[in-house]
């Protein structure tokens, strides 16, 4: 009998032991944190969280229609064209055709650097001699999108640059991406050179920004795809490429364009911006504006 209640003894030190232990853990090393796992977001929280931000700014301000302007007759796009042997690249197709290939043959080519600091000149020759194949040279999303809205310009494309701008302004994360007018399609879709992918909805049509914005808004179906997905199995292309996804509906409640597009980047912007969010920015630009064909 006295050995059972020395060995009972000793569990009960054991246990004394571990539970002081425990609680010296949780009040000077962060041990607090397990009781909060279970308050950490799963992927489909994030994304009802990210469609009802949407939702709450579907619309937007008035604006006012201002035109964009493109420049298809910059004198370097001369050399750009023959330099990187752009005309057998896009090859034939429709805009939307011709951009994705060049999107498919520069994307994997050019090393991605989120904090590169922006110090070359911002122009597609100076972008693609500093960091086309050269891994130590990576450079961001704004950067390779100017690369590809060049590239499209100088083979007749109306492409625009466009900042996708987060809903917190604690965010200072955004992203930047590509849209061309498409004639066969009749408007704008959206190109993602960054991450090589373009958006289609549930039958394969690829989207624009306003209206990959609008589904995901509505929880309507749409994902991104590789360039050379083939889509005969997009919700298998929404599951591996969530994470993208999630990345993008963060960054769709407001939108930045510039005045012109060409070499270079143009000193205005226009704020496509939500009706219910407070801005000071001028130059507001309406919906109708951004949805036109380009003239």
Known sequence: MKKIYKILFAVLGLLLILS???IIYVAFF???SLFYMSYQQSPNEIYIMESGILYNQLEFKEGNDYEIIYDFDNAEYKELLE????????????????????????????????????????NALSLLEYSLDNKKHGINCR???????????????YSRKVWIMPNSKYDGDCHVVNEVWDSTYNKWI?????????????????????????KIANQEFCTPVDAED???????????????????AKNLVYMEYMGKYTKNEDDTFYLLFPENL??????????KAIKAAPK
């Open 278 to 287: 407070d801005t000071s920015f001028e130059y507001i630009i309406s919906e």
């Open 20 to 22: 002081i232990g425990f």
């Open 143 to 157: 950067n390779k999108a100017q690369i590809l809205n060049e590239m499209c310009l100088a083979l007749g494309i």
């Open 230 to 248: 083939n889509l005969k199995d997009l919700d298998k292309s929404l599951n591996d490429n969530f994470d993208n996804f999630l990345y993008i």
């Open 30 to 32: 962060g041990g607090y």
């Open 190 to 214: 959206m190109l993602d050179i960054t991450n090589n992918m373009y958006w289609v909805d549930e039958n394969g049509n690829p989207l624009s920004i306003l209206e990959i914005r609008t």
């Open 83 to 122: 330099k990187y042997d752009l005309i057998n690249i896009a090859k034939d197709g429709s805009e939307f055709e011709k951009a994705k290939n060049l999107m498919n043959e520069f994307a994997p080519r050019l090393k991605h650097k989120s904090d590169y600091d922006n110090h070359v000149d911002m």
